[in-house]
């Protein structure tokens, strides 16, 4: 079963990487190859996407989220909070998915992480 998703996740990944490399500003392609890459533990190649569909967007917060992720998961907990920053600032208010965000993992002990976890709450009793 591994076997044919990983598979399965290869094919994805080639069938976007084909699409990509015909339409290089296609922003939901680069978005959906930045998962794939990161669910096949190619986390440099995650965060390049990443990188890029913020370039491409940056006033999307879900995109500054995902680069978020990315820094986190690669070890650059100081970058990966200013995204995070970044991200809520634009308008990010999923606290629930945020504070259990397994690629945040490395974050949750860090007090400026706490105090954003805090702040989206605070947002969610105003609303």
């Known amino acids: 079963m591994a076997k044919d998703k990983n598979r399965d996740l290869a ?8 699409v990509l490399s015909k339409h290089a500003a296609y922003d939901d392609v680069i978005e959906i190859l930045g998962g794939l890459y990161t ?22 917060p879900t995109a500054h989220y995902n680069l978020a992720c990315s820094l986190a998961l690669v ?4 970058e990966a909070l200013e995204s995070l920053n970044q991200a809520i600032s634009l308008g990010y208010r999923d606290v629930e998915w945020l504070s259990k965000d397994p690629d945040l993992e490395s974050l949750k002990d860090d007090s400026e992480f706490v105090a954003l976890v805090g702040q989206l709450k605070s947002y969610d009793k105003k609303d």
């Open 11 to 18: 094919f994805d990944i080639e069938f976007f990487e084909t």
């Open 39 to 60: 669910k096949a533990g190619r986390i440099e190649d995650g965060l390049r996407m990443d990188k890029k569909l913020v370039k491409l967007h940056p006033d999307n």
């Open 75 to 78: 070890s650059k907990p100081k």
